[in-house]
């Protein structure tokens, strides 16, 4: 069980690598956004695949279940940053976000 | 009912909106600061006498039936507890006149209810994955706090805050399922439990390392401390005081706190890291302080420094470095809302954050230039104010331990913090009265109360430093200790 | 373990696809994707509640939301992200691969023999009456969003 969940694990680390470089370097907000959904779907990987070696799969599915709850709230409100953002400068690139400095 | 600190606030705001419908200011206004003082009131009487017998677990019943919802309350909770809901009832009474033009009032209130019933549901509940729920609960509600003046420069602020945040929040629950995989538990005793029967160093070291990241991102440690002195600068004034009097604190030193020491296992190398982070934070931002002149940029910087005294402390981990942190927390929770409530009034007051731009506003401005005094002078450590007394306790702990060096550091970076401050004063409040300013007025009443009352406290603290340490911070203390 | 492995580069490859593409709806379809092969991931490790979340409110609302904010701030200037960000990728992505798997084979010799006991009742038991404490915190998560929106999306008849 234990090799098969290092592998799960494995491939969530590609997954929080992918959604870290996609943070560092793109320069569309809801790029950037993008990038944190992929970061929380290596996290939704990690918690099942865990319950999953564990063979506590209900209780893994209701941490899922709530991180996922949790998830659309965050989305939401990000979203609506951004579109704010795109009203107030016209844009959605992150070079364009210099206004705090120092 | 200790459930009442998450299910009041919670239920309140849920109801605010509509309130808000039949009357725009002053039910929201009565409402949620009844609220707050409410569980202040309880936080200091009834539960304390609650305490008296022991730390308590709560099952809560649900129309006569136990539902398994278990919440802890033990002396470091407690602590936590008073202190979110003083801090929070200050900002409460300053919002009704700060808030009055940015609209919406029954909105912000929900927002900042939700907010403290977030941090109490992190400092009552005894089980990793609920400490996680807590964390966003607070955080989801602080970007929208952050962000609420929808100004192009707020917007800016509350974006890189969630960035960042986010990430941290993604460090942190991959560490809890690590430790869940190890153990199959969730809660901090049996957790704790299953790891004293491992043999797992390697990846709890692992865990530690998401933890120390995580939560040093929301408690804003130097090197993780980018998204701070945007944010908390950025947020209306109320917004700010909450966001660095307490949020930090919750959601970055509490958490710290309770899981290395109650389920990790503090070890010498973990103290050592946690020490050596925080007194980094310590010099490196009290630098950074001293080159601004945004007035509460300065002070934002200045939080990360003080947050490195408390770090520093509890990183110690001896009994008398444990209480000293905990004490400079409820210290600098008090005196830095305290100076973001004045910073506010002033920004008011003239529309300038900019120290160059202001002089001798102590003139017109006597209530709020002599509560930021007071405040100041606390967090850069003059006796007798409650600083003073936290710091010194802090850095003969670290003495005590042979820790010369950082002690060094230590005294070494509160003169520079005295520096800043004096800077601050002698820029803002002090010198010639700018002829642009001769039309400025005090603050408006809530305002000038919600300072006057955090500054009456930051002296009290002070002058009766030995009740409130005995009464109040080392119960805290010793249940923090008792762990290990 | 072959249909799995299979099924995780899937979702790695979609990810990645979802970060490279160029158009920025390409991206969000791309993400739906990404969560329908987690969403079998699921399914296979005997998660079905778990998986019809995943489909429903990742795939299904939070692809919606994507598509609207893309659709409202539709007449932006073209952000052109960097060349050289998505050459050197490929290249980045090697490297971390490699040390990705070389730490976590490490890791697999240092952890202990986990003795794990099957787990009794269903699911609706665990969430209702194990985990009701989480109950009360997705409550508290769901008003904190709604709030938030409506605070964003508010007039702001009175803000100077």
Known sequence: ?102 | MIFLYIGLPLAVAAVLPLVGKASKRVLPDFLSNAVLLGLLVYATTGARALLAQGPIVQQVRWLGEAVNIRIALDGFSLFMLMTIQLVSLCVGLYSINYMEHYGAKANYYALLLVMVAGMNGLVLSQDLFSVYIFLEVAAVASYALVAYGLGAEELEASFKYLMLSVVASAAVLVAIAILYGMTGALGFDAVADGLRLLDANAVVGVAAALFLMGFGLKAALIPFHAWLPDAHPSAPAPISAILSGLLIKVSGVYAIARIFFHVLGMTPALSQVLMWLATVSIVVAAFLALGQTDMKRMLAYSSISQVGYVVLGIGLGTPLGVAGGLFHLLNHAIAKSLLFFTSGSVQQATGTRNLDEMGGLAKKMPWTAGTNLVGSLSIAGVPPLGGFWSKLIIIMALIQSGEWTLAVIAVLASVLTLWYYLILQRKAFFGKLAERWTMVKEAPFWMTAASVILALLVVGVGLWFAVVFSSWVQPAADALAKGF | MTFQIILLVALLLASAAAILAKDLLKSAIALAVASLLLEIIFFQMGAPYAGVFEISVVAGLITVLFMLTIALTKQGDDIRESKTVKIIFPLFFIVFALIDFLVMRGILARIPALEAAAETGTFGDVLWKERSFDLVGQVAVILAGVFAVLALFRKRDHHD
């Open chain 1, 1 to 102: 069980m234990i090799n098969e969940w290092v592998v799960y694990l494995l491939f969530a680390a590609g997954m929080f690598f992918l959604g870290l470089y996609c943070l560092l370097t793109m320069r569309n907000l809801i790029k950037l956004f993008i990038g944190i959904e992929i970061i929380g779907k290596g996290v939704s990987l990690v918690l099942l695949s865990t319950g999953w070696a564990r063979r506590s799969i209900y209780l893994a599915q209701s941490l899922v279940v709530t991180y996922i709850v949790i998830e659309v709230s965050l989305v939401a409100t990000a979203l609506a940053v951004i579109i704010n953002l795109y009203r107030a400068n016209q844009s959605l690139d992150i070079r364009k976000l210099t206004r705090l400095k120092g």
